[in-house]
């Protein structure tokens, strides 16, 4: 393959509804679209990086910079013909994975339209359909949070997940379990405590929880093994593992007994595999995250969950859990809490060009 065209687009969603974590608050999200042209071939990826630096380094600028100013430039009219060696043209490049993750779920993409394959099957796939969970943020009010549970739980998603943050923990917990007594639950503190709130998480032991997730600092694992030690729930990193390499560490300290695979934060489909790979010959469950993905990032999300390691339901919703109107057909939705592998070549689903144009705040084509 040889990549003759990239168009790297900046489109903006409005959230149906806010949404705010430990560490930001978002109303509308602006994510990068990425197009690429290969042997007449064209493939789609989405670049989910936040606005801000609030969850990892990166921002839509800086994943802009380094997809127009270096990962374009390598990999422009040069040869390939796997992903490996599609990422060994940007190699140099260090970090910055969801920059590296849009160009990369695009070549995914073309590789799998060439071959006329879903790129579930071009993946390993072995699932028909993905176990869909959501994921809750932080109100003014717990009983804001019934109405949202009470309203998934009837669409049927097959578990909750709910931020955490001091001041919104254990009693919110707590009020959640004693109403709901056997919802599958889960929370997620996006690097807020530190090792002096061991007792407060450990009386999150309390509620039979699937796991807590990335609850110390978002580039440890040190003091993530000791808190583990210190816990009867399971701990699962997010923020702290960029590659299958941080999760062999992580997995070897017992930092935690779960991962949450994320595409974005790996850099792509290939990294996110090889994460799978790892935990599966070690019995460790995975789930898919996710950053408020397009459609485009939600169909290679749901293609990677497709994998027989992703046993616990992953933060993969509908997308009209978050966006009124999406930029891709077929719409991409959950029924009775699962979300149906796309059967169409590549990943399945078409971005609505008029859509993508009307919702576009910048635009460049490469070359220039
Ligand atoms: O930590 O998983 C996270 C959203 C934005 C930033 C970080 C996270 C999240 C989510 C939402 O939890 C997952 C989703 O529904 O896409
Ligand atoms: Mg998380």
Redesign the pocket.
């Known amino acids: 393959m040889r990549i003759e065209r990239i168009d790297l687009k900046i489109v903006r969603l409005p959230l149906v509804r806010p ?1 705010q ?1 430990s560490s930001s608050r978002k109303a509308h999200l602006d994510h990068i679209l990425v197009r690429v042209v290969a042997g007449g071939v064209i493939g789609w990826g989405e670049c989910a990086s ?1 606005s801000d630096p609030y ?1 990892c380094p990166e921002t839509t600028e800086t994943c802009w910079h380094i997809l127009k100013d270096f990962l374009a430039p390598a990999v422009l009219g040069r040869d390939w013909s796997t992903i490996d060696d599609l990422a060994g043209l940007y190699r140099p490049v260090k970090g910055n994975r969801f920059a590296k993750a849009g160009l990369e779920i695009a070549c995914w993409d073309v590789l799998a339209r060439a071959r006329g394959v879903p790129l579930h099957a071009l993946l390993g796939g072995t699932r028909v359909e993905i176990d869909s969970g959501v ?1 809750l943020g932080i109100e003014s009010q717990v009983q804001v949070l019934f109405d949202q549970i009470d309203r998934y739980r009837e669409e049927g998603y097959r578990r909750i ?1 709910l ?1 955490i943050a001091p001041g919104w923990d254990v009693d919110v917990v707590r009020r959640v379990r004693e109403r709901y007594p056997s919802v599958p639950l889960q929370v ?1 503190a ?1 690097s807020a405590y530190t090792l002096d709130d061991v007792p407060t998480l450990q009386a999150l032991d309390a509620f039979d929880l699937i796991l807590i ?2 609850p110390l600092a978002h580039d440890d694992i040190i003091d993530h093994a000791r808190l583990q030690a210190a816990l009867r729930t399971d701990l699962c990193l ?1 923020e702290s593992i960029h590659s299958a390499d941080d999760a062999r560490k992580a997995l070897d300290l017992g930092a935690c007994r779960v991962i ?1 695979i ?1 595409v974005s934060r790996l850099g792509g489909l290939l990294e996110a595999r090889r994460v799978h790979d790892l935990c599966l010959a070690r019995g460790v469950p995975v789930w898919c ?5 397009f459609g485009i990032g939600r169909a290679a999300n749901v293609a990677i969950a497709a994998l027989p390691g992703f046993t616990l339901p992953g ?1 993969i ?1 509908g997308s009209d859990k978050y966006y009124a109107e999406d930029i891709v057909e077929p719409p991409i939705r959950a029924q009775r809490g699962a979300i149906a592998v796309f059967e169409g070549p590549g990943l399945g689903v078409e971005p609505i060009e008029e859509r993508v144009e009307a919702r576009t705040l910048r635009a460049v084509t490469l070359p220039a």
């Open positions: 949404f974590t936040p969850y994921s997940k931020k997620d996006n997730e990335q997010d949450n994320k995250g996710g950053m408020h993905e933060d919703s």
